[in-house]
């Protein structure tokens, strides 16, 4: 595949990052948010119906614009600068240790880089994604009509409990979101980066298609989502009850009143979204980067 230039290259891999992180993050939130809407309906304690239903699947869609952009492209500047960093200290060890593949943790060593990058990116992430979730799963459950209305409620309670119990409200689930990103994050990121080395190897082309690279998200999401699921159930209860509950309390409560089959309430919606969202997020991120490095 040629790799001449087409567009006008942006040097900087950092801004390529962000750029191409916040383009793909807005396209899969706004693209599949009725989808996540009816998902958190399902696993609401309120039950579908009463959450809302059918209706109004655009609910809470203000949020999520807001924080769509922000959340992702902190994902992928921390992700890809972690990942470079990783790298370079890899090969050096490699370089000390005699050459490629000699370092201390062989054929793993990729891997784990992907991981722990992908752990650092998350983790980053969560801290516009958290609030954004919060308020948008609450107008999505029909407690509060609109975004702007949850967001109102929760500062509204300021004069009651005080900034730090604003900020406890608006960073409720915090703790479980990170339990269920972690490993989500752990699982498809280094199934996709294989699927895209992989395809490297056996075509000779260095340059990923946005196409490519969206079937490999694709692939990488359904099985992260399937195996999280239970975490995602969590933290969705979390974050929809009136008064904070701690992890473990609500766990029990979950088994004692619901059983087991409660922690895979909307699996159906939760792998098909994220399939189709993995499709579409690393696609689009893929498309951007190349646009932004300037190949075709």
């Known amino acids: ?5 087409y567009w006008a290259r942006i040097e900087s891999p950092y801004v390529r990052s962000l750029v191409a992180g916040g383009v793909a993050g807005t396209i899969v939130d706004i693209s599949l948010f009725p989808i996540d809407t009816l998902k958190t309906r399902l696993q609401s304690s309120a ?4 959450s809302g239903g059918f209706s109004g699947i655009y609910k809470g869609v203000g949020s999520a614009l807001v924080g769509s952009a922000p959340g992702a492209a902190l994902f992928f500047v921390t992700y890809d600068s972690s990942k470079r960093l990783l790298r370079e200290a890899r090969q050096a060890g490699e370089q000390l ?3 490629p593949g000699r370092g201390m943790l062989g054929a793993w060593s990729e891997p784990l880089e992907h991981m722990l990058a992908a752990t650092l990116g998350e983790i980053a992430a969560c801290s516009v994604r958290v609030p954004t979730e919060v308020v948008k799963q609450r107008a999505q459950a029909s407690q509060h009509p609109s975004s702007l209305a949850a967001l109102k409620y929760i500062l509204g309670q300021r004069a009651a409990v005080g900034f730090g119990g604003v900020w406890r409200e608006i960073y409720r689930g915090w703790s479980v979101t990170v339990m269920r990103e972690v490993p989500f994050t752990m699982i498809q990121f280094p199934l996709w980066e294989a699927m895209k080395e992989y395809r490297r190897k056996t075509t000779g082309h260095s340059v990923i298609s946005a196409v490519e690279s ?3 998200g694709s692939i990488a999401g359904a099985v992260a989502a399937g ?8 933290k969705t209860r979390m974050m929809l009850a009136r008064e904070k509950q701690q992890m473990l309390p609500l766990l ?17 919606p939760r792998v098909f979204w994220i399939s189709a969202g993995g499709a579409i997020f690393l696609g689009s991120y893929q498309w951007a980067y190349n646009i932004l490095e300037g190949v075709r």
């Not at 195996?227 to 969590?234: A, R, S």
């Not at 409560?253 to 895979?264: E, K, N």
């Open 1 to 5: 595949m040629s790799e001449s230039t």
């Open 47 to 50: 039950g579908f119906a009463r």
């Open 97 to 99: 240790a005699g050459g």
């Open 214 to 216: 969206g079937v490999f």
């Open 227 to 234: 195996i999280t699921t239970p975490l995602d159930v969590l």
């Open 252 to 268: 029990s409560q979950i088994l004692r009143d619901s059983g087991p089959r409660a922690f895979f309430a909307g699996i159906g």
